[in-house]
């Protein structure tokens, strides 16, 4: 039929189908919404972690603790075995003396009061400072077992390194990734079959129009697109509920960190592209449970 390539027809049917079912198509909507904020919230907190990750990355330190009886010979030994791996970036030495005074930085004015200069910890040591294109899973695995092998060598007294706390985020966000994706997987699917459900009931109701339609020519594509349209516009519905919830919590979020814990955050908590991604994804779930309700019960 002719009326196939005219939108604004298809738009007007698909406007009755959801003013013959507002409450269907409304609870439709409200489904997709929730699943797309959930799966935003999901998103934003695996991309935030990431970037902790990456900012960990940026100031990861080893401290190598020497012997009070390292020889000079030793501790250059000890340097030239950090500075041949791959993943050190600089090595600084450090006296006893020095680290002292840089230990003594670190304490609040009101501990140095009367405080013996002796009583504050002081050893020889070797600050090393790890490249951050490390600051990754695999990589920091190998680096926390080489570290351990340091520890056996004669002239170290200890190491410090913080990679066991990054070894313990990356193991959760692994472990978040997984999770999120299978919740991402329920909630999009538990929308599909509320938009898969207003369909079907939406083909129920109007049987007689099609069956109608069908008998003065009407093709598939003229019967069926209206059912898409309906989908796709409760969809788009969710889509834009979602964004705006997402939005608004992202503003909530900034300034709770802001203004409550006093901290500078100078960049985005939700991902590049996230309300384009919405945006898109509403509709697609609207399309596809449309397209599988006609698919199923509408057969012509």
């Known amino acids: 039929m002719k009326s196939d390539a005219k939108p604004l027809y298809m738009l007007r049917q698909a406007w009755l189908l959801v003013r013959g079912s507002p409450w269907l198509t409304t609870v439709s909507a409200l489904t997709i919404a929730l699943a797309l904020t959930l799966v935003g919230l999901l998103a934003m907190v695996l991309f935030n972690a990431n970037h902790l990750l990456r900012e960990l990355g940026q100031n990861l330190t080893l401290s190598v603790y020497l012997k009070d009886s390292t020889s000079v010979e030793q501790e250059s030994a000890v340097r030239k075995q950090l500075e041949g791996h791959a993943g050190i970036k600089k090595v600084k030495a450090l006296s006893r003396e020095e ?46 077992q080489w570290t ?3 520890k056996h060598v004669d002239s170290v007294e200890d190491v410090e390194f913080g990679a066991e ?38 083909v129920f109701s109007r049987r007689d129009e099609i069956e109608l339609l069908t008998l003065v020519g009407a093709t598939p594509t003229f019967v069926r697109l209206p059912f898409l349209v309906e989908g796709g516009l409760q969809g788009l519905a969710g889509a834009v ?41 509403g509709p697609t779930v609207g399309l596809l449970a449309s397209a599988l309700s006609v698919g199923r019960y509408l057969k012509v």
Request: without cysteine; negative net charge.
């Open 99 to 144: 680290d002292r005074a840089r230990n003594r930085r670190l304490l609040a004015p009101e501990l140095l009061q009367g405080l013996d200069e002796a009583a504050i910890p002081g050893q020889p040591m070797l600050d090393v400072e790890i490249d951050a294109e490390l600051a990754s899973r695999g990589d920091v695995e190998a680096l926390v």
């Open 148 to 150: 351990q092998a340091l």
């Open 165 to 202: 706390k990054l070894r313990l985020l990356f193991a959760m966000v692994e472990i978040a990734r997984t999770i999120g994706l299978v919740l991402a997987v329920v909630l999009l699917a538990s929308a599909m079959f509320f938009v898969f459900s207003t369909i079907r009931l939406a």
């Open 241 to 281: 509920i979602a964004a705006g919830l997402l939005g608004l919590l992202h503003i909530e979020l900034l300034s709770l960190v802001r203004d409550v814990y006093m901290l500078n955050v100078n960049w985005s908590l939700l991902p590049p592209g996230m309300v384009v991604w919405l945006i898109i994804g």
